[in-house]
């Protein structure tokens, strides 16, 4: 598994894609209100992508994940697997209308998913069909057709990867006659990093004819049942809660959300575009992994401790800094929703003084600050952030694009065949440098989201050069 930018896969072969059949759509038009709300990182994210499509923007808010599967495409069975993936999992039956700042949510049941294929490009230049309103050429636009597949597909993403879309995802077969690539990708409000790990494994799951629960089990724990308990788990937030403990002390000691140190060229604190993904594919291989995990054994800590050490480090050796502060996205879905669609995510303050120069110095530091994480995580941060503003401590912009850390550790994951999954996101507009860290069976690899200019570039060059030689001078002291 490896993360890539979006530009790098350019597939080649006739486009297939999966979209509502005419009764699947009709029943969504029929469907009552569902009394559950978007969870409140679904409604920030919908409102704000409905803000900059009103606005004349390209909806780009979505993941997505990619396979190769070494057989030819067999569509009536891949069709049954679509059906049944979006029908075991609530979440991506749901679907979200706008009136202002009012979010409407619909629900479908089990037995109204119905998809059906349409082929939207053939390279044969046979006569396709149009599954978007615009991939076979969009006469309200004037847009052309497309010229190749990525094209098609680009043209797509936008369209059925979005919250008002039945489903939210796009599912794409791009078939190259003995075999074929497998694209499914989700509008941000169906889904974290590890619904799109798990979302491709149960699509080849299920295609394989394979038997693996609980990931091809007909119905998955729902995400509304999710959202209900983090509605519940938000009433019952007082000003003494951890959490609002927690992120206050965050914002009094750095007045207000953290920020990554370096200069990344932001005008006038203006947005602006990230132009794709800064990657490292190997800060930490799989021999420095294992050092670094030695090291987190004789100390009696977590991996992650580690890892979210040698991140303040490199921040200390490029920018001189003596605190490190970020904003965790914590996974929070427990033993109940382990392969579940849909955002299980808490926002995190993770904080502590960098009372010296090496991994070991600053271990006790980021342990106790772990600790104090993981006693707030169930305080959701909208309720948290929420009693803050109530007081007159904040202002209510205060959450406006803070630096976010996100680690996901998949060295439990063996890829199953030969079918070198990619992972990618979308784009959008920040003020800050987000990480994206993921460990796998070869080691670490480090993604980063920042804007686009040069001197964001060279930033996170030096970054990256740091946080490469800590990680060599660390593992170098713990041999096998």
Sequence with gaps: MRIIESSDWQPEGRVVAWAAAPAMTAAVEAAPD???PPSFLQRDHILSCAAARAAGGTHRAYTASIATVNAPLDTARMTAVVDAFIASHEGLRSVFSTDGESVRRRTLGPDDVAMAPTVIFDPAGDAAGDATGDAAGDTATGDPAPATAAEAIDALLPRHAVFDHVPGCALVAVDRGDSFELLYALDHAFGD?????TGILELLARYAGADVPPLTDDEHPGFLGYVREEYARAAAVTDDSPGVRLWGELFDRVGGTPQFPLDTGIVDGEPQW?????????PADLD????LRRLAAQRGVSFSTVVYALMALAERRTAGT???ATVVVSATRGERYPVSQGWFCNFSPLFFEMTGDTVEDILDAVSAAQHRMKEALSDPVHACVGRLI??????ASVMASPQLITYIDLSWFREPGDHDIRLFTGLGKTRNASFWLFRDEDGLTLGCQAPDNPTAVASLERY???LREIVAETAARYPA
């Design 464 to 466: 990256f050069t740091a």
């Design 390 to 395: 109530e007081q007159g401590r904040v202002d």
């Design 34 to 36: 569902d009394p559950t």
């Design 274 to 282: 990230v132009g794709g993904l800064f990657c490292d594919p190997a």
């Design 193 to 197: 990093g590890i619904s799109q790990v």
């Design 288 to 291: 420095q992994v294992a050092a």
């Design 322 to 324: 003596s605190e490190y």
